[in-house]
């Protein structure tokens, strides 16, 4: 059974969602006043991981990102570059759709903007009025903290008598713990006209409008950075469940990621890492297959640092994963090539190693999935696909294996079976084969075709017993990054691991 440790019970619960098959979550996106940073794309990352294996899971999920697309930070970008505020938030809503799609994560059910929900936004904060919970002063509308009679600060376990201003003193406010649900429109900010004169939604109102529009009340998952429970998801809490009182609670399973960290002193220490910050950059060093592999090796609500030094282990650990499976592979179609071409296939390899794999097999994907429904832990289950890759390697890289029909079928579950649990965490093992069987190597740019030539020229060189031609050709292959392991099956070929 799924469990998920849930913000506001502090504790690990199992997952019951409202409906029988189908899950409802809403995870908050970014304000759009520049290109997103690696922390930013941590969300993305982690909870389409968990929209991933609740659909592995069998459940149908329904899941809603908005974009705040009007916002105090924005409206300054915009006055600082002596533009519209929609001038910049459509060149980072158009920036942050590129970003996600270089990210390569599953798309949104839906992914709505502020400025698209003015009149729903509207009607909800005539709700908080009329159900005693709003007031209205100089046309901004507030938030009355000290009335809401439902344990305000439950999520984020804070005192009300101990709180500090949240938006500092607005004209009008009766305590410094309310918030705005509209704001007066100053002279030059944009507007929309309202019951209570021109003005903007306040930051907390529009995902309540959004979350209860597209997905109802009582939402099974609300997700987001841990930055975010207060006063953001507190105030969502208090807004919801006092437009609909008669509701119950606005959401069920509430999910924070941890946040990633930068030490100041690597930072001002390495040039390039302060402009990788920004995803966009990162992507031009790393695939997001590594950047996937960087973040889910450590669990999702555990803080992350940021360096190069983690990057990089996580290009090496993704290396040695794709090597395994570009091997698997070269030893199926070879053996598969070989036997058409001898119009016969050996029955039987070594029974013992069919069966210890299979066994592998089984213990491997009931590891992975006891570790997932441990409150999502791909930190654990990723080092359970890793031990299998280490297992598999052993048996097929010793001096007994034997390649036969049986143990190609065998490899084949192997190598489905591991990109099939990819895809959980949002990886394409597969485009990352291609890179190594199309053009690899290192930045000499030998393509698969010349290293074949090579491998072919170095055999026949072995066969006539001038090995010290062989051994120049196996010389220069290392040089431009290829390692050659001579098997029974022939030559096998993998990227060498930069140093």
């Given at each position: 059974?799924?469990?998920?440790?849930?913000?506001?019970t502090?504790k690990?619960?199992?997952?019951?969602?409202?409906?029988?098959?189908k899950?409802r979550?809403?995870?908050?996106?970014?304000?759009?006043?520049?290109?997103?940073s690696?922390?930013?794309?941590?969300p993305?990352i982690v909870?389409?991981?968990?929209?991933n294996y609740?659909?592995y899971?069998?459940?149908?999920?329904?899941y809603?990102?908005n974009?705040?697309d009007?916002?105090?930070k924005i409206?300054?970008k915009?006055?600082e570059?002596?533009?519209?505020?929609?001038?910049?938030?459509?060149?980072?809503?158009?920036?942050?759709?590129?970003?996600?799609?270089?990210?390569?994560?599953?798309?949104?059910?839906r992914?709505?903007?502020?400025?698209?929900?003015?009149?729903?936004?509207i009607?909800i904060?005539?709700?908080i009025?009329?159900?005693?919970?709003g007031?209205?002063a100089?046309?901004?509308v507030f938030?009355?903290v000290?009335?809401?009679?439902?344990?305000y600060?439950?999520l984020s376990g804070q005192?009300?008598?101990?709180?500090e201003s949240q938006?500092?003193d607005?004209f009008g406010?009766?305590?410094?713990?309310d918030?705005?649900?509209?704001?007066?429109a100053?002279?030059?900010?944009?507007y929309?006209n309202?019951?209570?004169?021109?003005?903007?939604p306040?930051?907390h109102?529009?995902?309540?409008?959004?979350a209860t529009?597209y997905?109802?009340h009582g939402?099974?998952?609300h997700?987001?950075?841990?930055?975010?429970?207060?006063?953001?998801?507190?105030?969502?809490?208090a807004?919801?469940?006092?437009?609909?009182?008669?509701?119950g609670?606005?959401?069920?399973y509430?999910?924070?990621?941890?946040?990633?960290?930068v030490?100041?002193?690597?930072?001002?220490?390495?040039?390039?890492l302060?402009?990788?910050?920004?995803?966009r950059?990162?992507?031009?060093?790393?695939?997001?297959?590594v950047i996937?592999?960087y973040?889910l090796?450590t669990?999702?609500?555990?803080p992350l640092?940021?360096?190069e030094?983690k990057l990089e282990e996580?290009?090496?650990?993704l290396?040695r994963l794709?090597?395994t499976?570009v091997?698997?592979?070269?030893l199926?179609e070879?053996y598969?090539?070989?036997?058409r071409?001898?119009?016969?296939?050996q029955?039987?390899s070594?029974a013992?190693?069919?069966?210890?794999?299979?066994?592998?097999?089984?213990?491997?994907?009931n590891?992975?999935?006891?570790?997932m429904?441990?409150?999502?832990n791909s930190?654990k289950?990723?080092?359970h696909?890793f031990?299998?890759?280490?297992?598999?390697?052993?048996?097929?890289q010793?001096?007994d294996?034997v390649?036969a029909?049986s143990?190609s079928?065998?490899?084949?579950?192997?190598y489905n079976?591991?990109?099939?649990?990819?895809?959980?965490f949002?990886?394409?093992?597969e485009?990352?084969i291609?890179?190594?069987?199309?053009?690899?190597g290192d930045?000499?740019?030998?393509?698969?075709?010349?290293i074949e030539r090579l491998i072919r020229?170095?055999?026949e060189?072995?066969?006539?017993?001038?090995?010290?031609?062989?051994d120049?050709?196996r010389d220069?292959l290392?040089?431009?990054?290829?390692?050659l392991?001579?098997?029974?099956?022939?030559t096998?070929?993998k990227v060498?691991e930069?140093?």
């Amino acid at each position: 059974m799924l469990k998920i440790y849930n913000t506001l019970t502090r504790k690990k619960e199992t997952f019951r969602p409202v409906m029988k098959d189908k899950v409802r979550m809403y995870v908050c996106g970014p304000t759009v006043y520049n290109y997103i940073s690696i922390g930013n794309a941590r969300p993305v990352i982690v909870f389409n991981m968990v929209r991933n294996y609740l659909e592995y899971l069998g459940y149908e999920v329904i899941y809603v990102q908005n974009v705040t697309d009007i916002d105090d930070k924005i409206i300054r970008k915009a006055n600082e570059e002596n533009v519209d505020f929609k001038t910049v938030a459509s060149k980072y809503i158009k920036a942050f759709t590129e970003d996600i799609k270089s990210l390569k994560v599953s798309s949104f059910t839906r992914m709505p903007l502020a400025s698209e929900m003015i009149e729903d936004i509207i009607n909800i904060i005539q709700r908080i009025i009329e159900n005693g919970y709003g007031y209205v002063a100089g046309g901004n509308v507030f938030f009355d903290v000290r009335k809401f009679d439902r344990n305000y600060g439950k999520l984020s376990g804070q005192n009300i008598e101990e709180m500090e201003s949240q938006e500092g003193d607005i004209f009008g406010k009766k305590d410094k713990v309310d918030f705005a649900l509209w704001k007066s429109a100053k002279p030059g900010e944009p507007y929309w006209n309202s019951p209570w004169g021109k003005g903007r939604p306040g930051w907390h109102i529009e995902c309540t409008a959004m979350a209860t529009k597209y997905l109802g009340h009582g939402i099974d998952i609300h997700g987001g950075g841990m930055d975010l429970i207060f006063p953001h998801h507190e105030n969502e809490i208090a807004q919801a469940e006092a437009a609909f009182p008669g509701k119950g609670a606005f959401v069920k399973y509430w999910m924070h990621n941890g946040m990633i960290e930068v030490r100041e002193e690597k930072m001002s220490k390495s040039a390039g890492l302060e402009e990788n910050w920004i995803l966009r950059n990162l992507l031009k060093s790393y695939s997001h297959n590594v950047i996937k592999m960087y973040m889910l090796t450590t669990h999702y609500r555990s803080p992350l640092e940021f360096n190069e030094e983690k990057l990089e282990e996580s290009r090496k650990a993704l290396e040695r994963l794709i090597n395994t499976l570009v091997n698997i592979r070269f030893l199926i179609e070879s053996y598969k090539q070989k036997s058409r071409t001898l119009h016969m296939f050996q029955e039987h390899s070594s029974a013992r190693a069919d069966s210890e794999i299979d066994s592998m097999l089984d213990k491997c994907h009931n590891d992975f999935v006891e570790s997932m429904n441990d409150d999502f832990n791909s930190a654990k289950a990723l080092s359970h696909l890793f031990e299998l890759v280490k297992k598999v390697n052993s048996i097929i890289q010793s001096a007994d294996f034997v390649m036969a029909d049986s143990m190609s079928k065998t490899l084949e579950r192997v190598y489905n079976m591991i990109n099939e649990l990819g895809v959980i965490f949002g990886f394409d093992f597969e485009e990352e084969i291609m890179k190594i069987t199309s053009r690899t190597g290192d930045s000499k740019d030998i393509d698969r075709e010349e290293i074949e030539r090579l491998i072919r020229l170095r055999q026949e060189a072995r066969k006539n017993k001038d090995f010290k031609l062989a051994d120049e050709i196996r010389d220069e292959l290392y040089e431009k990054g290829i390692i050659l392991e001579d098997r029974r099956e022939g030559t096998i070929w993998k990227v060498r691991e930069k140093e």
